[in-house]
């Protein structure tokens, strides 16, 4: 059990109110959770403020409060700490209370729009395969070395984080990679995290029912890379419009990647086929087991980490060629007469384009495309139209359908989508509001050989319908349907 004073160790802008030398058992900002003797994290969050809840943290045991206002009559007993910004401290404290896990480790953040789930798991595997002891924290799954930890956030709170990375550490890791999404950064969840380098994969149309604008969205993801110290080093995709942007105030080292640019790591796709491709990077040409354009950018930018980590370039691209794509992210199947599905969690206008064009590169044209795709509810409603706007220039049929649509009337949301679909596309686009029948209709208008692009969720394994989670996989209903057992 540490004190007060120790867990306070390098806080910066602060006033503490009280005995410092106080033992601390715990920290939580969650009142419910609070036990005898814990500190209680007062967050002003986006739907609740934290604050109000002292009184009950209090009752439940808490004797330290850490808090960014103190009540009219504080309670003489309790030793307050009051901050300019709570969570920022949240996360140093927790660290500190674990003992500073990520400086025991090469952490590797990674954040853009699309990307960032393939990459740090290629690199978990990757790193992986060099040797290593390796954690990840993504938006499948998040792993202690070997040992799978169910993912509920892309980014998980400071406690979750720091008590994983703390398992990490004590497994034996001494490499770790995460995403990091828009919302921790803008929320200071990743305080406290020492990192050692970051990566930005790409900047497209997303969550601005949280952000509210575009350059807010983009002000979030530069605030990561402005946070590096000077000796984490920066991998930007330089293709990007904003991906210099990014590089402007870090201090950390700057480096680039590319396919079209001027970079310090460059890839090219020589062949594509629909089991892989063939690219070359920085000079080299290797096989891989992914397909489309965006996949080379994943791993180059994969590869340009592990360089930047001290990894040999040799060993690097041997392994890239044994990588095997990320769950729900381009997997495949093929039913016996021969119809191709993928499944992917394209759930962003850019995201759809991007695995439509991986499609389009490697069919012959003779066959029919069908694209099923929905878009969340109580989420950014703008890129509803232009998801299917993206789904219909693309393909040859668009069934639109379910995601997962919460607490909105998922008709309503097919109806905003529909707006998107251009005058000469209409007729190629069906609404069927259950995605299982959405699966089921395209798969009986197939014939052999055509292509079903299921998208949008991808390794979720959920439909969350009236804020019930319903159990529901698409690839489980592909697998029914084509009665196979295993992707292709």
Known sequence: MKTLSEILNG???????????????????DSRKVLQGFLFAAIPGTAVDGHRFIATAIANGATSVLCEQLPEDPDAKITWIKAANSSIVLGQIVSNFGGNPSSEMKIVGITGTNGKTTTATLLYRLFKELGHKVGLLSTVCNYVDDKKVEATHTTPDPLETQKLMAEMVAAGCTYCFMEVSSHA???DRIAGI?????????????????????????????KFFDQLGPKAFVITNSDDKNGLFMLQNTAARKLTYAG???????VKVVESHFDGMLINIDGTEVWTQFVGNFNAYNLLAVYGAAISLGAKKEEILRIISMLKPVDGRFETFISPTGIYAVVD????PD??????????EVRT?????FTIVGAGGNRDKTKRPEMAFEAAVASDKVILTSDNPRSEDPEVIISEMLKGVPANKTAIVLAITNRKEAIRTACMMAKPGDIILIAGKGHENYQEIKGVKHHFDDREVIREIFNVTNPN
């Open 345 to 348: 969690y394209a759930h962003t």
């Open 365 to 369: 044209g003779n066959e029919t495309l």
């Open 260 to 266: 079209k640019m001027m970079a310090d790591f460059k």
């Open 11 to 29: 806080v910066g802008d602060i006033t503490v109110i009280g005995n410092k030398d106080c033992a601390v058992a715990g920290i939580a900002f």
């Open 351 to 360: 995201a759809v384009k991007n695995v439509l064009s991986a499609i389009n």
């Open 194 to 222: 020492d990192f050692d380098g970051g990566i930005f994969t790409n900047l497209t149309h997303d969550h601005l029912d949280y952000h509210k604008t575009f350059a807010e969205y983009r002000d979030a993801k530069k």
């Open 185 to 187: 950064i803008a929320q």
